[in-house]
């Protein structure tokens, strides 16, 4: 028995269906171009979001002022490893993780 390369399996298999092999390479385009089409109309777009939002993130420090997810509206007092001190009013302090803050109002 001689050894055959997979490729050349999958060609003779191609070959042997040349009846409907125009149907099958449709469908196979059209996959293909329907996954491309999901990738940059929803996967792309929420990738850059995500880095957008992961380098913001990156760049808070204490003083700057901060919004959460949960419409909490603070200041940073202190920057822990996976989270953030913040202040809300006069002797009120809480941590938020750093995945919960949305935005950021001023910069110190």
Do not use: C, Y
């Amino acid at each position: 028995m001689q050894n055959m390369n997979p490729l050349d399996n999958i060609a003779m298999v191609l070959a042997q269906q040349a009846p409907g092999n125009n149907a099958v390479i449709g469908q196979i385009l059209f996959f293909g171009l329907f996954f491309l089409a999901m990738w940059f109309l929803l996967i792309a777009p929420q990738r850059k979001k995500q880095k957008k939002h992961q380098e913001m993130i990156g760049a808070l420090a204490t003083g700057d002022e901060v919004v959460t997810t949960g419409g909490i509206h603070g200041v940073i007092t202190n920057v822990k490893d996976d989270r953030f001190v913040v202040k809300i009013a006069e002797n009120t302090k809480i941590e938020v993780g750093k995945g919960f803050i949305s935005g950021v109002e001023k910069k110190s």
